[in-house]
């Protein structure tokens, strides 16, 4: 039989179509093979739990075949108790089903830490040491004493706080630091466009105080607050004047970027 009668004959296209039968298994069967060893399941898109209760956030992971796993909780004055703060991945990343999303909790109550000894030390020691624990310098005053430049008194919320005590994380301490009475001037600072903390360090540096705090109308949370930069200050420092160490400094408070253009 020639090679053409061969090729057209019924025996050669029964062995051709079993071939590409046998082909074709093969190739769907490495496909779905390679489909189950990569995915396992299919993509999807992380969730965004920002803001959400947690059990919340486990019924939403549960919905979308994912997983949960708390790794940290932060206390948050500004947020409320027990609701997501955090998440990796982040909400919108593509990941596989049974993916395990970490997420960091606002806790309930804030973080004690024990306050530093910082009577007897250096207005600038008794910032870092506060610092360094997690505590916030506040109110600088000044009296008349002996030491100059040393702490005298510590305080919380208006009253004494002794060294040892238990605060939270983040509580602001005012101090009263002695000052020798010499009748000394100094410059006025200008302040204008300096954040509250900032504008704070500046004056008590010179050894004055820090006055009133007037907060507008675009202050409205603890972020804006930090936030806040200074756009009028009582007495005005742009004239070159210089007030009596101790003097107070009245400052006014913004967000508003309109107030800096008046």
Same mark, same amino acid.
């Given at each position: 039989?020639?090679?053409?009668?061969?090729?057209?004959?019924?025996?050669?296209?029964?062995?051709?179509?079993?071939?590409?039968?046998?082909?074709?298994?093969?190739?769907?069967?490495?496909?779905?093979?390679?489909?189950?060893?990569?995915?396992?399941?299919?993509?999807?898109?992380?969730?965004?739990?920002?803001?959400?209760?947690?059990?919340?956030?486990?019924?939403?992971?549960?919905?979308?075949?994912?997983?949960?796993?708390?790794?940290?909780?932060?206390?948050?004055?500004?947020?409320?108790?027990?609701?997501?703060?955090?998440?990796?991945?982040?909400?919108?990343?593509?990941?596989?089903?049974?993916?395990?999303?970490?997420?960091?909790?606002?806790?309930?109550?804030? %973080?004690? +830490?024990?306050? *530093?000894?910082? &009577?007897?030390?250096?207005?600038? $020691? !008794?910032?870092?040491? =506060?610092? @360094?624990? /997690?505590?916030?310098?506040?109110?600088?005053?000044?009296?008349?004493?002996?030491?100059?430049?040393?702490?005298?008194?510590?305080?919380?919320?208006?009253?004494?706080?002794?060294?040892?005590?238990?605060?939270?994380?983040?509580?602001?301490?005012?101090?009263?630091?002695?000052?020798?009475?010499?009748? %000394?001037? +100094?410059?006025? *600072?200008?302040? &204008?466009?300096?954040?509250?903390? $900032? !504008?704070?360090?500046? =004056?008590? @540096?010179? /050894?004055?105080?820090?006055?009133?705090?007037?907060?507008?109308?675009?202050?409205?949370?603890?972020?804006?607050?930090?936030?806040?930069?200074?756009?009028?200050?009582?007495?005005?420092?742009?004239?070159?004047?210089?007030?009596?160490?101790?003097?107070?400094?009245?400052?006014?408070?913004?967000?508003? %970027?309109?107030?800096?253009?008046?």
């Amino acid at each position: 039989m020639s090679i053409k009668k061969f090729i057209l004959s019924w025996v050669f296209v029964k062995h051709l179509v079993i071939a590409l039968a046998i082909l074709s298994v093969l190739i769907f069967g490495v496909i779905s093979a390679l489909d189950w060893y990569t995915d396992h399941g299919e993509s999807l898109s992380v969730p965004d739990f920002s803001g959400i209760k947690s059990t919340e956030a486990v019924k939403v992971a549960q919905q979308k075949n994912l997983r949960l796993k708390v790794v940290d909780s932060v206390y948050i004055a500004s947020a409320d108790p027990g609701v997501v703060i955090d998440q990796v991945p982040a909400g919108g990343a593509v990941v596989k089903e049974n993916r395990t999303i970490f997420i960091t909790l606002s806790s309930i109550n804030p %973080e004690n +830490v024990v306050m *530093p000894k910082i &009577i007897d030390v250096s207005l600038r $020691q !008794a910032r870092n040491l =506060l610092a @360094g624990v /997690g505590l916030r310098l506040g109110k600088v005053e000044f009296r008349p004493s002996q030491y100059a430049d040393l702490v005298l008194e510590q305080n919380s919320e208006g009253k004494p706080i002794k060294a040892g005590d238990k605060i939270h994380k983040g509580s602001v301490i005012d101090v009263i630091v002695g000052q020798v009475q010499r009748n %000394e001037k +100094v410059e006025l *600072p200008e302040l &204008i466009g300096l954040q509250v903390d $900032q !504008a704070k360090e500046t =004056l008590s @540096g010179l /050894g004055l105080n820090t006055g009133v705090l007037i907060y507008d109308n675009s202050i409205k949370t603890e972020a804006d607050s930090l936030a806040a930069l200074v756009w009028r200050q009582k007495p005005d420092g742009s004239r070159n004047r210089k007030i009596e160490v101790g003097s107070s400094v009245d400052l006014w408070l913004t967000i508003d %970027e309109e107030k800096f253009e008046e």
